[in-house]
């Protein structure tokens, strides 16, 4: 239907990466809806130009922060003040209907039945399930339902500093009122789930619609060997989701990367696959070349036992001097 759409966000290039890869999944599931991205001023070209091949809208957007440090430390996430963007997700008057999908959520399965629910339906949050995740919702566009939200975070602010915390507070019966607002959390399926419940997760994971790779480690974040499938990283981080991991790092390398180089042409990218290893090392490009990269190392998330590990960084200071 032309006015229903699944809706992300992405305020940078890493995030982006997470949209087109949610993008992709839902095209392969078939999906009958729009596709819509919220993006940041930040996204660069390259990126826009991509995520428009996917999805039928995107749209530039203020980016809008909590700037609550205090509660985003709590959470040891200082990163999400920007979460308040998402809200903007209520000014796209133009669809009567919206699920709102987290940039680091992939569909496993068509979800379109998701749009028989109604505003607000949403999953449980695994750290505290009276509260609902805002990582994937049910939601009807209006400007009046945005302009009380603007409001209410000016007023109240939020408990966790990002927008699961003005949402549940604003949305406040969702634990109690109406369990047809409740979704199966097979609709928003975190890896938190598999160390806390381990059975659950063998007995019914497999059952998932959609995964949500919450948390700080992001798929982005890891490294990948397209010929041998196999992923790089932290090795026990990664273990918890494996082949929901491989699944993300399946479409992004053989869907994504190729559209993503296209439009880089001769411009240098890390796509984050094995062979940019060797690109790298074979034309010693200076260290911390990619903008992108460059922002890790300085949040302290340098790939230490994939792309950014000892032996590489040394082949490419060697190469260098040669
Ligand atoms: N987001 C973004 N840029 C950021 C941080 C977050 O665009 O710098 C968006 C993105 O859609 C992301 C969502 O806000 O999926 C929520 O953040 P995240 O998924 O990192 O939170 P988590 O689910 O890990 O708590
Ligand atoms: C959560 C949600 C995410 C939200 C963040 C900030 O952990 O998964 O979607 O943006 O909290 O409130
Ligand atoms: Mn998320």
């Not at 990002?162 to 399926?189: C, E, M, R």
């Not at 929901?244 to 790092?249: A, D, I, R, S, V």
């Not at 090392?281 to 994939?306: H, V």
Request: with cysteine; glycine share 6%; net charge negative.
């Amino acid at each position: 239907m032309a006015d229903q759409a699944f809706v992300t966000l992405a305020t940078n290039d890493s995030y982006a990466k997470g949209a087109m890869v949610l993008g992709e999944s839902l095209r392969n599931h078939k999906t009958t809806k729009k596709l819509v991205a919220l993006i940041g001023p930040h996204v660069t070209e390259p990126s826009r130009a991509v995520l428009n091949k996917i999805y039928d809208e995107v749209r530039v957007v203020d980016v809008l922060d909590s700037g609550d440090t205090a509660h985003l430390v709590m959470m040891k996430r200082p990163d999400l003040g920007v979460t308040f963007t998402k809200l903007h997700c209520w000014a796209l008057t133009q669809y009567s209907k919206c699920v709102f999908m987290d940039a680091d959520t992939m569909v496993v399965s068509n979800v379109d039945e998701l749009f028989d629910r109604e505003e607000l339906s949403a999953a449980p949050d695994p750290g505290w399930p009276d509260c609902f995740n805002s990582g994937v919702f049910v939601f009807r566009p209006s400007d009046e339902t945005y302009n009380k939200l603007l409001r209410f975070c000016a007023e109240h602010g939020s408990f966790d500093g990002g927008d699961q915390g003005v949402l549940n507070s604003f949305f406040s019966d969702w634990a109690t009122a109406d369990i047809t607002k409740h979704l199966p959390f097979i609709y928003n399926l975190s890896s938190v789930a598999i160390y806390t419940y381990t059975p659950a997760f063998k007995q019914y994971g497999g059952n998932a619609k959609v995964v949500h790779f919450l948390g700080k480690t992001k798929p982005w974040g890891y490294t990948f060997d397209p010929k041998q499938r196999r992923i790089r990283g932290d090795v026990q981080e990664a273990s918890a989701h494996p082949s929901f991991l491989l699944e993300w790092w399946t479409i992004y390398s053989s869907l994504v990367v190729p559209m993503l180089q296209q439009e880089y042409g001769d411009q240098p990218f890390l796509s984050g696959c094995e062979e940019d290893l060797s690109y790298s090392t074979q034309n010693a490009s200076p260290l911390l070349s990619s903008q992108e990269r460059k922002q890790k190392w300085e949040q302290g998330q340098a790939d230490y036992m994939g792309i950014d590990s000892f032996d590489n960084i040394q082949k490419r200071l060697d190469a260098f001097l040669k």
